[in-house]
């Protein structure tokens, strides 16, 4: 893997005043612009800033404060964070399922808010010390590819080496992927060459492709650290004939093992690894599970996760719910994954009253992956309002990402499983824990 590659980024320090809001304004959208942001974009980001700013200036920190805001291109998409000293504030109008009220009776500075999260792609709220985050980030815009009309001839060369991919060959890589696999088998980058390319000119996502002699691609392999501890890897995908095994299963070997080789030369303790639904490793990999993936018409597929220890693994602690104690030991046992449990329980402290809830939503693949962003008292209703909304739009693929080392959010375990999600895979690592996949079973057919 590539050395680590420094993001550039422009920052600004502010008092918590909107006399400078003309400056912040300013600053965000010549920024965005400076960073890859078409113009449409970046004012849809100059938006969200605008509000944001307001919000934080006349509601949350009054004149209390400073406000560092960095702006950051990180492959394909730019980020502007905003952080501040923590105080209780309401994010209720973050969630997709916030709706504006008549002018009437509005909420101005809920309004804006809401504005806020409309004009990004998504959200992000961290605490970092006595500082909260709150990250917009937006996506540059890309063509999406053309469909090929022909499929191209499979790979058939039995002498083939394996290298990093130029631009083009990584635009003739998504091009063959789409051409030899189903849309709900591909991640959505692969829809848009542009995409893939900035994603591994940005330094966060690697690539290797097997090459025949005459420059044909037999095969290729996506990867990136999903965590600190952790890389994940998509793929691999091949192009040859069903009928000739072996060069298929030669690349596929070839592929995994250069993967390997380039992970163990990093930080990363543990790998995972997600093929094609007929990709099948486990000489190199353990079982980690499956997800099932429900198309909108069709036969369901198994989409399944394999997973490595690249490094010794030392252990960490899992905070869990009772509900889910037994799923947890079994497949740790299984795993060989030392871990220790430690139960969170609601003990009738003093909560938030709104909670924030992330939605990472592909329609093209009716899937939505949800996460919790910021804890509340409404959670119950709240992820209510988000089932309803996505069983109107056809959703019927709905997972939940629970972080175990994060004891707040696995408070929220019980009120999954009240609502139809049971938990289906551990991700080792994946988080600032184990993150913990709950699947809404209600969806299947």
Known sequence: MNAPVLLPHTSIRVTANDMFLPVVMT????????????????????????????????????????????CACKGH??????SFPETSLNLHAFNITASPQPLETADLDQMRLILASRSVDRLKIRRKKNLLQISLVKEKKYPQALDRQEKPHPFTCRDFTIHCPTAEELKFLALLIRSFYADNEIPRFFQYPGMLVDMIRGGDYHAIIAKGPAGE????????LLSDKTVEAIGPYI?????????????????????????????????????????????????????NSYPAS???????????????DLGTVVWATKDIEDFLQQTYRRLFLSRDIRKVADDGETQHAHSVLSTNMDRLRHKVNLDILWPGADIGDNLSRHLQLFQKECI????????????????????????GFQPVQILPYAGDGDIILFQLFQCGP
């Open 239 to 291: 192009f040859g004939d069903s009928g000739s095994n072996q060069p298929v299963l030669n690349i596929a070997v070839s592929l995994i093992e250069a993967c390997i080789s380039e992970v163990g030369r990093t930080s990363a303790i543990a790998m995972i690894c997600h093929p094609p639904e007929s990709g099948q490793y486990d000489e190199y990999f353990e079982y980690l599970g499956h997800i």
């Open 217 to 224: 691609i037999g095969g290729g392999i996506v990867w990136h």
């Open 77 to 82: 998409v730019v980020r502007s964070d905003f």
């Open 27 to 70: 600053f965000v959208e010549q920024s965005s612009l400076a960073l890859g942001l078409g113009k449409p974009e970046a004012l849809k980001m100059t938006l969200a800033s605008e509000e944001l700013f307001l919000h934080l200036c006349r509601v949350v920190i009054p004149n209390l404060g400073m406000i560092n805001i960095r």
């Open 298 to 312: 069709g036969v369901p597929a198994q989409q399944s996760s394999w997973f490595r220890m690249i490094h010794e």
């Open 396 to 419: 019927r693929n709905v997972i939940f990402e629970i972080d175990s080392g994060i004891a707040w959010k696995s408070a929220i375990i019980p009120c999954l499983l009240k609502n």
